[in-house]
């Protein structure tokens, strides 16, 4: 079993930055990769960002250039640094892992909310 904690989330005016982080414990090894989905209010969840083992990246096109994910081995933390943040980036940001695909993540963090506004 894995579990993963979200933090870092809050209120930013839009511009601003924002650096969610994920914390991951239990049978770590076991998972191919660790990301970031996200859910608006009324919409359904939507990828954001993943992380290979190896470090390979892959993002959504709507944050592409302006998100980046990392990962700390040592730590077993990821991190989604969110830059130029804009109205349409409020939701709940999810922290996923995934022992195959990001598509089919098997586990979920509680969800951390980030909220864009003036």
């Known amino acids: 079993q894995v579990q993963l904690v979200e933090s870092g989330g809050g209120l930013v005016q839009p511009g601003g930055s924002l650096r969610l982080s994920c914390a991951a414990s239990?049978?770590?090894?076991?998972?191919?990769?660790m990301g970031w989905y996200r859910q608006a209010p009324g919409k359904q969840r939507e990828f954001v960002a993943h992380?290979?083992?190896?470090?390979?990246?892959n993002y959504a096109a709507s944050v592409k250039g302006r998100f980046t994910i990392s990962r700390d081995n040592a730590k077993n933390v990821v991190y989604l640094q969110m830059n130029s943040l804009n109205p349409e980036d409020t939701a709940v940001y999810y922290c996923?892992?995934?022992?195959?695909?990001?598509?089919?993540?098997?586990?979920w963090g509680q969800g951390t909310q980030v909220t864009v506004s003036s």
């Open positions: 992380i290979t083992r190896g470090g390979g990246t």
């Open positions: 996923i892992g995934a022992l195959v695909s990001y598509s089919r993540p098997q586990y």
């Open positions: 239990g049978t770590i090894l076991s998972l191919n990769t």
